[in-house]
Each structure stands twice: as C-alpha cells, then as structure tokens.
C-alpha cells in the first residue's frame, strides 16, 4: 500500500523559512520521480517543484525559484522542500505526490502571515 505522510506545515512569518519533509512508503521511492505541489481553496493544484530519483536534476515554479529547495534522501525514503523568504502568497496546502501512479499525500498547511 502507496503512502506518502507529509509534515513540517504551520504558520510562520513573511521572511520567515519552514521545512516541509514527506515520508513514503509502499514503493521504490528511490527510482521515481517526486513532486511538490500546492494548492489554496478554489484553485486547482499548482505544481511547486521537481526532483529526479537520482536527486541531481530538479525544477521549480518560477516564483518560488532561489527561495525553495527540493531534495530527497533516498535511504531514507524521504523528500523535502526547503522554503526561505516566505510570501503571504506561498500560503496553501503543500502536497507531496508520486507522479508514476498519481498518489498523493494528505497535505500540510503553510501559513505566512503577520
């Protein structure tokens, strides 16, 4: 059985810096392809960021680019997203998601306000 557990979610000040971390488990997470998405009510999902199973090739949304980073430790079955200098714009639902069978996590709220 896929799960993907996200967390790191809360409220944090504009400026301010949050860790997000997805644990997976029920498949080879090491040899896929994973993805952060967001989404905030009445929108559709946005896509976030990118990372290759190796972890060396990744994209990100233009505006978070320089200000979120995505990495993974494959050992560990965990994918990350770094995020600095918060925007009241980044404020959604973080999700983590498989792209290979479409799974997603239950998603973390990221807050930034004053």
């Known amino acids: 059985q896929v799960e993907l557990v996200e967390s790191g979610g809360g409220v944090v000040q504009p400026g301010g810096s949050l860790r997000l971390t997805c644990v997976a488990s029920g498949f080879n997470f090491s040899r896929e392809l994973m993805r952060w998405y967001r989404q905030t009510p009445g929108t559709s999902r946005e896509f976030v960021a990118a990372?290759?199973?190796?972890?060396?090739?990744?994209g990100y949304l233009d505006s978070v680019k320089g200000r979120f980073t995505i990495s993974r430790d494959n050992a560990n079955n965990t994918l990350y997203l770094e995020m600095h200098s918060l925007k009241p714009e980044d404020t959604a639902v973080y999700y983590c998601?498989?792209?290979?069978?479409?799974?997603w996590g239950q998603g973390t709220q990221v807050t930034v306000a004053t």
């Open positions: 990372i290759s199973y190796t972890g060396e090739d990744t």
């Open positions: 998601m498989r792209p290979r069978l479409g799974h």
